[in-house]
């Protein structure tokens, strides 16, 4: 008797979630040594003579069907306090390595490099990355989601690389101290990974499918300990800072301000996996500005989170939800108000639960009517099957001694914002099926009914195909002022296809198309937009590419809407809108010294009219010190009076001066035509320790016509981190 249908899929996709670990066999055993290391970039220890070595990489890319070209040889051993590791990278192309620079936490695809993937739970989701291009540019990292890697992490570790005729060496101390891991567990996920560009290669220890990163936790082997990691100890660090900032506005044509400031932050480890973070009087100077865009959107822009202390283990908050339906937006915490204190507690609980507390207080801010408000967050998250797992969230937002209304010409804002929610992330064992489904409501003072949102997506990642479908659904009422959700009162679904060929020579290593289309309606079920986009990439051989693509757009205006986004004029809410457009994208081969992007679009646009997009970014370098960007884009708009003609450039030229490994100089200018402002901004970093810094700072901002300085500011900032 044949078993129902259902029964058969339902088996097939138990394997799929409970199978075991893929490269299990993969195995690298770890022994301890009573021998002095010298961080050197010298194998000239007893130590590394008697290490197991882990060699035979296997080739991710170009393709993934053999052994590396290139020989990597990988060593470990241990003391009481670090990790050692060494990695022996052989040539097999004549003449220099290729880097950006030697500036940490660079950009994989642009280096030749090494980095180590390590996974302490082998839970195959969450763990740590360290690393080194070949011109001794650090990187370091935390992992998050089975593969991604926050680089803003930052801690202390060291490392050396040296240059060979035949190779180079990277070797490395990570204190114990550095990471998180459970006492008594002697099986660690990890991988190795090296990307060469000079041969067009990327490889890895334990094989890796060429659709996913290197950095799949999902594919990494085991690291073997002949005894249980020894306990890191007391781990307490205090971040002291002091700053100068001296500023000046000249647009209002205030005196010169000077204001000193200090404060700092604390990091305490309660057990080997669970971390304490506190921090007084927080300051961002130093934190690189948003890169701008000429906004021609109906709805708010995404712009990046780049603070350190909301970064670091921040992926349980930060990443609840969807990229449009996002609870949690630690950007709304302290952009506008000083932020006094905070905390957040994070870590692993065991191999299965997961928990984050965060507890922000920020000032208020009496010109402006806003109230000191508190922000506190929890998030709680269960492993489930191999990979997949549930998470819980929790946010609430409160207004301290606040009456609203009491001052009519002021800003009234909410007493208080609360949201629940959960969701489940599936993630096959062998990483081909992931996906999410997410259930949220928010609490607010006036707001009942349709404060729902709920949303789902699944995705296969096969070799030749790639299948993707989302549905969001989110209630008119849904108010997340923590968060970041742009649109409310919708139903949005989102189909996508792609297919790949893979020639078996020539120049090109894949082509295939690609078709996506994005279905908005209201929560009645008629449908508002749609944007379909059928498009055709090509991969080269060198990882260059080229692109091709047509589109539709369907608008019908839910409010009246600027094309121009100037306040020149509106559309009718209600009016109705549809165009195509056809563009092009080349990206060029990485493995140069002079490499370029360009994207292009021409077609319709809202009320009949017309609109062509230019853009693009050209890059030289001077390996290893110096880097050169220009961006820049040009919107050109063509419709009917009173808007008539617009155009509209942005232009950013940045460069970054890497004297050593722990001296940068970047400079970044930004000319907005759109926001009719010019912004400097230049800063000067020195690593005169491990993770201690001295910053130097200066912004200005000007009115590009006539040309005058609307805002000036100079910030000197001293920080020292102290061990206890």
Sequence with gaps: MKKPLSLSIFCLFSLLLFAQKKNQSFQLHIHATALPITVDGRMDEPAWRDADIASNFFMVLPMDTSYANLKTEVRMTYDKQNIYLLAVCYNGISGPYMVESLKRDFSFIKNDNFLLFMDPFDDQTNGFSFGANAAGAQWDGTMYEGGKV???????????????????????????????????????????????????????????????????????????????????????????????????????????????????????????????????????????????????????????????????????????????????????????????????????????????????????????????????????????????????????????????????????????????????????????????????????????????????????????????????????????????????????????????????????????????????????????????ILSYLVTFRDRSTITGLVMHDYVQLLQPFDPTNTGKDFLATGSRHQWNTAGMDLVSKPQSVFTYVFSGRYGGYYAQGKKLTLGGTVGYRFQPYVSILLSASYNHLLLPLPWGRTDFWLIGPRIDLTMTNKLFFTTYIQYNEQAKNMNINSRLQWRYKPASDLFLVYTDNYLPGPFSVRNRAVVLKFTYWWNI
């Design 150 to 532: 926050d680089l803003s992490w930052d801690n202390k570790w060291t490392s050396v690389v040296k240059d060979y005729k035949d190779k180079w060496i990277f070797e490395a101390a990570i204190p114990f101290k550095t990471i998180r891991y459970k006492k008594g567990i002697t099986q660690w996920g990890i991988n190795f990974s090296r990307n060469d560009l000079k041969a067009s290669e990327k490889s890895s220890w334990a094989p890796v499918p060429r659709q996913f990163p290197t950095a799949s936790l999902a594919y990494t082997g085991l690291l073997v300990w002949d005894e249980p990691p020894p306990e890191a100890g007391p781990n307490i660090s205090v971040i002291p800072y002091i700053l100068g900032n001296l500023s000046k506005d000249y647009q209002n044509k205030t005196p010169p301000y000077f204001h000193p400031q200090t404060g700092g932050d604390a990091k305490i480890s309660l057990t080997s996996s669970v971390n304490l973070d506190l921090t007084v009087n927080p300051d961002f100077s130093q934190v690189d500005v948003d890169q701008q865009v000429t906004n021609l959107s109906r709805y708010e822009l995404f712009f990046p989170e780049k603070r350190q202390f909301f970064l670091e283990n921040g992926d349980q908050f930060s990443n609840f939800g969807l990229p449009t339906i996002r609870p949690f937006f630690s950007r709304r915490i302290g952009l506008n108000a000083p932020i006094n204190f905070g905390a957040r507690l994070s870590g692993k609980l065991d191999k299965n639960w997961r928990l984050g507390i965060m507890d922000m207080q920020t000032g208020a801010v009496d010109s402006a009517g806003l109230p000191s408000q508190n922000f506190a967050v929890i998030a709680l998250q269960r492993k489930i099957f191999a990979r997949s797992n549930i998470g819980f969230l929790f946010i609430n937002k409160e207004s301290i001694n606040y009456q609203p209304g009491l001052d009519s010409n002021k800003t009234v804002y909410s007493l208080y914002n609360r949201n629940l929610g959960i969701e489940y992330n599936l993630a096959s064992s062998n990483n081909l099926f992931t996906g999410k489904a997410l259930l949220l409501k928010s609490f607010s003072p006036g707001k009942k009914g349709q404060d729902w949102t709920q949303a789902g997506n699944l995705l296969y990642a096969g070799r030749k195909w790639n299948l993707f479908c989302q549905y969001e659904w989110v209630g008119n009422n849904y108010n997340a002022e923590t968060g970041y959700v742009p649109r409310q009162d919708y139903i949005k679904i989102n189909p996508q296809v792609i297919r790949y060929f893979f020639p078996k020579a020539g120049i090109i290593l894949s082509h295939g198309p690609q078709i996506n289309s994005t279905y908005f309606f209201n929560t009645s079920f008629r449908q508002t937009d749609n944007e379909s």
